[in-house]
């Protein structure tokens, strides 16, 4: 079925570092959205990127979505330790019966 | 603005017992998703409600689960009978949907379901 894979499973950074993490899917999505989940909290929406080559950021966080539409990363400059938490990307599927698939995360530890 | 509402937020049952979680959206979302999220991994769409009606249910191991989500507003989830392999910790999110499409979630707190 529809997978989304993401990567790195986990990263760990001194503070002010900056950190990426990459999304691709192996069809072309529709549209894909980010997620933050803190340590023992829920998912929390951070953005949604529609347009092939779209990028757009908020303060620290860049999102772009590839031309293909089968790519997505998150990109964070100068890491703080607020942003400690999984990061996960979910993409939905095109074609008749869209779904939104969520990839495994990537575990962002932050080391002040 | 009230969140999404789940309880309870924590069960523990033997296996073959029966289990129901329940989730109150957010007012005016007429949108409800069911996910099962395992450690370590991303959450799982289970069912996926537009209003009343069940409109993603592939996911949904229907020998042992259900749901329903009468009025269009709250939700139960339920398992019967539990298995080991069932624990993990069920999160409902609710959008405002217009057309077709996916739009912003919004998850409630999760319930985590152990089954011994």
Same mark, same amino acid.
């Given at each position: 079925?529809?997978?989304?894979?993401?990567? %790195?499973?986990?990263?760990?950074?001194? !503070?002010?570092? @900056?950190?990426?993490?990459?999304?691709?899917?192996?069809?072309?999505?529709?549209?894909?959205?980010?997620?933050?989940? +803190? %340590?023992?909290?829920? %998912?929390?929406?951070?953005?949604?990127?529609?347009?092939?080559? *779209?990028?757009?950021?908020? #303060? +620290?966080?860049? =999102?772009? =979505?590839? !031309?293909?539409?089968?790519?997505?990363?998150?990109?964070?400059?100068?890491?703080?330790?607020? @942003?400690?938490?999984?990061?996960?990307?979910?993409?939905?599927?095109?074609?008749?019966? *869209?779904?939104?698939?969520?990839?495994?995360?990537? #575990?962002?530890?932050?080391? %002040? | 603005?009230?969140?999404?509402?789940?309880?309870?937020?924590?069960?523990?049952?033997?296996?073959?017992?029966?289990? $129901?979680?329940?989730?109150?959206?957010?007012?005016?979302?007429?949108? &409800?998703?069911?996910?099962?999220?395992?450690?370590?991994?991303?959450?799982?769409? &289970?069912?996926?409600?537009?209003?009343?009606?069940?409109?993603?249910?592939?996911?949904?191991?229907?020998?042992?689960?259900?749901?329903?989500?009468?009025?269009?507003?709250?939700?139960?989830?339920?398992?019967?009978? $539990?298995?080991?392999?069932?624990?993990?910790?069920?999160?409902?999110?609710?959008?405002?949907?217009?057309?077709?499409?996916?739009?912003?979630?919004?998850?409630?707190?999760?319930?985590? &379901?152990?089954?011994?």
């Amino acid at each position: 079925g529809q997978q989304v894979m993401q990567i %790195p499973q986990y990263q760990h950074v001194q !503070e002010g570092e @900056d950190f990426t993490t990459y999304c691709n899917s192996s069809t072309t999505l529709s549209n894909i959205q980010w997620y933050k989940q +803190r %340590p023992g909290g829920h %998912p929390v929406f951070l953005i949604q990127l529609v347009k092939s080559g *779209e990028v757009k950021k908020q #303060k +620290r966080l860049t =999102f772009q =979505f590839g !031309e293909a539409k089968k790519n997505s990363s998150l990109h964070i400059t100068a890491t703080q330790t607020t @942003d400690v938490g999984t990061y996960f990307c979910a993409g939905v599927t095109q074609g008749g019966s *869209e779904k939104l698939v969520f990839g495994k995360g990537t #575990k962002l530890t932050v080391n %002040p | 603005e009230a969140g999404v509402v789940q309880s309870p937020r924590y069960k523990i049952i033997e296996k073959k017992q029966p289990v $129901a979680f329940w989730c109150n959206p957010i007012s005016g979302h007429n949108t &409800l998703y069911w996910y099962r999220q395992n450690l370590g991994q991303g959450p799982e769409l &289970l069912i996926r409600y537009e209003n009343e009606e069940a409109v993603d249910d592939s996911q949904l191991p229907k020998d042992r689960f259900s749901a329903e989500r009468l009025k269009g507003v709250d939700s139960t989830l339920k398992i019967q009978p $539990a298995e080991l392999g069932d624990s993990a910790v069920y999160l409902c999110a609710s959008s405002f949907t217009s057309g077709r499409g996916f739009y912003e979630q919004y998850f409630g707190p999760g319930t985590r &379901l152990t089954v011994t």
